[in-house]
């Protein structure tokens, strides 16, 4: 006949049961959970912008499936007139507008809108900037100007800029955007380009990397980084205009099959006045890193505002 169990030991044994079956319940809440918060994502829209005055620019326009509008950057205050009229066309209501870093010719635009927007109904900004202090430090005098006159714009206008944090997650009408690189005051090399926002957007069947103007040090640091994983996309917006932004590893790194190139045609050739080729700029160079694979198709800005399937 077996000896009884002392009393002490029996509930010993209920405790580590019941907390078991816990942990099992909770492991499997926290599963439901998840999945209840991922997005269902949906298609969108995606517009490449033409430089309306001779500078480079970038001006990015998303459209959701049930008709949200987001502005990537904008371009140059001389880029504004065409802007807006292009958002009109979309029902002048734009749910968000993302600013990559701050040089006149990617928030220019939005600093010319804000003050005599008309019709036109922006719900949120949204940056990851560098305080003045640095931008006084680091920054040119012509950097400064702008980013002064962008501050003096929002604060005359009442609008708040709400700062992106690392890691950041928004969703919007079933778009995920994926805020996977902030600014980096550390990086005083290049220091303005270096500041740009990385932003993924998620829709369904496509992703989209925005590198701003990001340079080698920024794009080595995101490589390297706690979201490197996450840079893969199938569109990737080439950093800087083309030339000088990040180098061909973190192009690899993404591995996309689409390049979006928000550049001016003398810029795409490389032409300062004497033809194709003529000029300082890295264009060809970097051409040529994306006539490799995975790269597939370029959609270049000089060549009109573009529709991106």
């Known amino acids: 006949m077996a000896a009884a169990q002392a009393p002490h030991t029996s509930r010993i044994r209920s405790r580590r049961l019941a907390l078991v079956g816990a942990i099992a319940f909770l492991m499997a809440l926290s599963r439901c959970c998840l999945a209840a918060e991922a997005p269902q994502l949906k298609p969108f829209a995606l517009w490449q912008l033409k430089n309306q005055t001779h500078s480079q620019m ?17 371009g140059m205050a001389g880029d504004a007139k065409y802007l807006s009229a292009f958002l009109a066309k979309l029902g002048d209501h734009v749910s968000a507008w993302f600013l990559t ?17 008309g019709k036109l109904q922006i719900d949120a900004l949204y940056a990851s900037m560098p305080n003045r202090e640095w931008m006084a430090r680091y920054g040119s005098k012509t950097e400064l100007q702008a980013y002064d006159r962008a501050c003096a714009v929002f604060a005359e206008t009442g609008r708040a ?19 996977l690189g902030v600014k980096n005051p550390e990086i005083t090399a290049n220091p303005v380009n270096n500041q740009s926002l990385l932003l993924r957007l998620s829709g369904a069947g496509r992703t989209v990397l925005f590198t701003g103007d990001l340079g080698v040090e920024g794009g080595r640091k995101a490589i390297t980084g706690a979201y490197a ?78 529709l991106i399937d």
């Not at 970038?58 to 904008?74: A, F, L, Q, T």
């Not at 870093?101 to 927007?117: C, E, G």
């Open 58 to 74: 970038m001006s990015y326009v998303i459209r959701s499936e049930s008709g949200k509008v987001i502005v990537i950057d904008g």
């Open 101 to 117: 870093h701050p040089h006149d010719d990617h928030m220019d635009a939005l600093t010319a809108i804000l003050p005599n927007p």
């Open 161 to 179: 800029v709400t700062e992106l944090q690392l890691g950041q997650e928004i969703v919007l009408d079933g778009l995920l955007f994926e805020v």
């Open 229 to 306: 994983s996450k840079l893969h996309a199938d569109y990737v917006q080439m950093a800087h205009h083309g030339q000088n932004g990040v180098n061909e590893a973190f192009y690899q790194h993404v591995g996309a099959s689409h390049c979006l190139w928000p550049t001016p045609l003398w810029l795409w050739d490389n032409d300062k006045g004497a033809g194709k080729g003529s000029g300082p700029w890295r264009t060809l160079e970097v051409r040529a890193w994306m006539d490799k694979p995975p790269a597939k198709t370029h959609h270049v800005g000089c060549r009109d505002s573009e």
